[in-house]
């Protein structure tokens, strides 16, 4: 195991419904990350956190809403999603942000379907 | 365009034989870069990295090269076993972010 933990590993949900994704790390790292894959294409970082403090957001939509409460455990917050959100919401962590050689550890994903 | 264009998309292979992945880049300034496995209902996890001084680097049975003037990199998987079927993906970090392919599938038959 990578150390990275997320849950639930598959969600189905219909457009008008409000889920939330979990990550957690136990690591001991200080950066979190949330990405999107869909089907060969390349991973899309969505959402950087270094410190609890959100550092980016690559212009996602506002129906996805992360929460980082400590450097341990983020969130994605779902609500409103189109089938085009259909994909495998990765997380990953580092020791923080910046750093060149440092290596980012992924969670197994979570297989979300929008109906 | 995408920064990180790996080839091929997908191949299969018999157990035992070898094959070589490619990865071209137009990222600059370049850091490094870093080959990934991402077994099915897995997340990636990082196989290799390398700096711009580095040429090859072994990890088991996996060598990356990199040519940095051509921005080009391979992965040679070396007598494959049904365990190397997995999606492998090239990144390649400039100073402050890091770029994806889309990944190469690969899939070991007996």
């Known amino acids: 195991e990578t150390g990275v933990t997320q849950t639930p590993r598959h969600l189905v949900m219909g457009m008008t419904n409000k889920k939330s994704l979990k990550c957690e790390q136990h690591l001991g790292h200080n950066a979190m990350y949330w990405y999107k894959q869909s089907a060969k294409k390349p991973l899309e970082l969505m959402f950087v956190?270094?410190?609890?403090?959100?550092?980016e957001n690559n212009s996602v939509p506002s129906r996805f809403s992360p929460e980082c409460p400590n450097s341990s455990h983020l969130f994605l917050h779902l609500h409103t999603l189109q089938p085009e959100d259909s994909a495998l919401y990765l997380c990953a962590s580092s020791p923080q942000t910046g750093r060149i050689g440092d290596i980012q550890y992924f969670g197994a994903g979570t297989r979300l379907s929008v109906l | 365009k995408n920064q990180v264009e790996q080839s091929p998309q997908s191949l299969i292979i018999l157990e035992g034989k070898n094959c070589t992945l490619q990865c071209n880049y137009t990222v600059s300034p370049f850091s490094n870069l870093r080959w990934y496995k991402q077994d099915t209902g897995r997340g990636p996890v990082s196989l290799t990295i390398m700096t711009f001084s580095e040429n090859t680097k072994s990890n088991g049975r996996y060598t990356a090269t990199l040519d940095a003037d051509t921005k080009q990199s391979s992965l040679h998987i070396t007598a494959s076993q049904l365990s190397d079927s997995a999606s492998y993906i090239c990144?390649?970090?400039?100073?402050?972010?890091?770029?994806f392919g889309a990944g190469t599938t690969v899939t070991v038959r007996a």
């Open positions: 956190y270094n410190f609890k403090e959100q550092t």
């Open positions: 990144v390649v970090r400039n100073d402050y972010k890091l770029s």
